[in-house]
């Protein structure tokens, strides 16, 4: 009798009530758009999260661990899905030259982005004023322990511990822990190897290992496109808990959502406005259909909060739907992961950081808000392998900028829900980056584009006319 009354009813209701709800969005996906479900299973999951709210999300920890089943498996297979392809993309290149070019124009892209991010940011911040009223929010920020402003510091790593970090040291590891660069590195490097070989030793001794690395390509796509079914499902049980969270946490909440929306107008305007415009006049292709065409990894992202899950998705809407060549995707789009990342290193620490000097009124002047942005820039830099980035970057920054850490601990209550939209921008980025990078290069298909090939991106025809 104990044990069933110690039964969390509600919890199971939740549940009950979800699967439900997924039996109608099944329904629903054999009858209308895939995005449209997206939207509706969106929609659903505010609707679950509001109606289950509680302290702590006890009520929905059951629909929690269902997204989180999702993450975990989309994310396994980042690593191999990296690995295989960029080793496939540059086994294709066959080209030294080409491959510096690419990766030097991928850097280039992505840190322009973040800086223009990091500018907007500030003007933003300091045009509304935000935080001036927020005071209150920090009146309690002796009360932050030692011991957790440790925990939070111990997160952080010094510059040259990051860019040694992105380096292989044990392959197991690196795959075991998403180490993107790393991957990157290892998969160019045998890359470069099969293409010595290949011109030392003739074409048949290699021509095993490349069959067998597209032969794994397909099989790891064929996986992909089975989880990427599972999406909608997987949104309503992520967007139950963010909602959950937000409604049941209601100290300074106008305060905080007022800091929201500014995060969520910033992320929105460099996504959609200054995005658009490059597309238009350096990618040379219509921004309108190419946000449509990548609103499935847009989804992802913005429902897993994870930009390093959303890759086997942005790289397959970048190959299959934008035209961008395979070597171009597979590299820059997993770059973007580790440099750059404008939502999360640019536009949350900056925002943030105007947010707590206009709270506690400390006057800034124009010297101190350019320190603030190239200091933005390089932590934009030392991203890459650093788990929970968007709080590593606040917290550095402050104490790079001598404020509190408490402070961004303080902030924390807001950050799941604006994460969504960072993790959008930051996958925007990539594949932004990445098609004019293929414009640049002359390897984007505009025939995919333009719907007039579907499934074939260049690289994968010409693979097949080699094979």
């Known amino acids: 009798m104990d044990l069933f009354l110690s039964i969390n009813w509600i919890s199971l209701l939740a549940v009950a009530v979800v699967f439900l709800l997924f039996g109608l969005l099944w329904y629903l996906s054999n009858k209308i758009n895939w995005t449209l479900v997206i939207l509706i299973s969106l929609v659903l999951g505010v609707i679950v999260g509001v109606v289950f709210a509680s302290e702590d999300n006890t009520y929905l920890k059951w629909v929690d661990l269902l997204g989180d089943i999702y993450v975990n498996i989309i994310t396994a297979l980042v690593a191999p899905v990296i690995l295989v392809s960029i080793i496939s993309s540059f086994i294709q290149l066959r080209d030294g030259s080409k491959m510096k070019k690419i990766g030097l124009k991928s850097v280039v892209w992505l840190l322009s982005s973040a800086l223009v991010a990091i500018i907007l940011s500030i003007i933003v911040g300091v045009t509304l004023g935000i935080g001036k009223n927020a005071g209150s929010i920090f009146s309690e920020i002796s009360s932050v322990s030692s011991s957790t402003i440790g925990a939070y510091k111990g997160l952080t790593r010094s510059f040259d511990k990051v860019l040694l970090g992105l380096f292989p040291s044990n392959f197991s590891e690196d795959i075991a822990n998403n ?167 640019s536009v949350w620490p900056v925002l943030l950081a105007i947010f707590y000097i206009n709270a506690v009124g400390i006057e800034w002047g124009i010297g101190d808000y350019i320190v603030l942005a190239v200091l933005a820039l390089f932590m934009s830099l030392g991203s890459a392998g650093v788990p929970g980035i968007a709080v590593v970057s606040a917290i550095g920054l402050f104490g790079i900028l001598d404020l509190p850490v408490a402070a961004v601990i303080l ?39 333009n719907g007039n090939i579907v499934e074939e991106t260049k690289g994968e025809i010409e693979n097949e006319k080699a094979i």
Not at 204 to 217: G, M, Q, S, T
């Open 411 to 449: 902030l924390m209550p807001i950050n799941t829900i604006s994460d969504m939209v960072r993790t959008l921008d930051n996958v925007s980025t990539a594949s932004v980056s990445a098609t004019v990078v293929a414009r640049q290069s002359g390897l984007i298909n505009d025939q995919v584009f």
């Open 179 to 345: 180490n993107v660069v790393a991957i990157i590195i290892t998969g160019i490097a045998l890359a470069l190897a099969f293409v010595s070989v290949a011109k030392e030793k003739g074409e048949d001794k290699v021509k095993p290992f490349a069959k067998f690395i597209e032969a794994l390509k397909e099989i790891l796509y064929k996986v992909l496109s089975f989880i990427i079914d599972l999406t909608p499902f997987a949104v309503l049980s992520l967007i139950a808990g963010s909602a959950s969270k937000i409604i049941s946490n209601k100290d300074s909440i106008i305060q905080l959502l007022l800091l929201v929306l500014v995060i969520y107008a910033v992320c929105a305007i460099h996504t959609y406005g200054y995005h658009a415009i490059i597309l238009k006049f350096v990618a040379k292709v219509n921004p309108f259909k190419f946000f449509k065409k990548i609103a499935r990894s847009q989804a992802t992202a913005f429902t897993t909060q994870s930009s390093v899950g959303t890759l086997p998705v942005t790289i397959s809407d970048l190959t299959k739907n934008v035209g961008v060549d395979s070597e171009v995707a597979n590299f820059t789009a997993p770059l973007g992961t580790t440099i750059g990342m404008p939502g999360c290193t």
